[in-house]
């Protein structure tokens, strides 16, 4: 019994070996040319016109930009700035100096909206919302 148990085993993997090898008749499988994964793309910058710009104690705009789009608002002079609508409280965000960011949502009623700074008269800009 022995002897017939391990003469059933050799003809089995015999048959597994045969039939893996190509011993069949369907023709062997086209390997395929391996996989080469894409590359991640990552961007920390913003998109274009999405952000507002605080340099020499002057407001950088975008030409325009879109109802309800987010602004970064990035502030490279040492001295704190506010971004402050002219009228209706529509927006009021203050930006610290020295690399300081701040985030600001744009009005969703196209138009333009005026703006300066809190602490410094003479900073003026305008924001057009199309």
Avoid: W
Avoid at 29 to 57: D, F, H, K, R
Avoid at 64 to 91: C, M, R, W, Y
Avoid at 94 to 100: D, T, V
């Amino acid at each position: 019994m022995g002897r017939l148990v391990m003469l059933m085993s050799s003809s089995l993997l015999a048959a597994a070996v045969l039939s893996g090898c190509g011993g069949g008749s369907q023709p062997p499988a086209q390997s395929a040319a391996p996989l080469t994964p894409l590359p991640v793309v990552t961007s920390t910058a913003p998109a274009p016109g999405s952000e507002i710009v605080i340099s020499n104690m002057s407001y950088t705009v975008p030409p325009s930009v879109k109802p309800g789009q987010q602004l970064t608002i990035v502030n490279k002079d040492s001295a704190n700035h506010t971004v402050t609508a002219d009228e209706n409280n529509l927006f009021d965000v203050r930006i610290s100096g020295g690399g300081g960011t701040e985030t600001l949502t744009a009005p969703t009623t196209p138009g333009t909206y005026p703006f300066h700074c809190k602490y410094h008269a003479s900073m003026n800009g305008v924001l057009a919302v199309a």
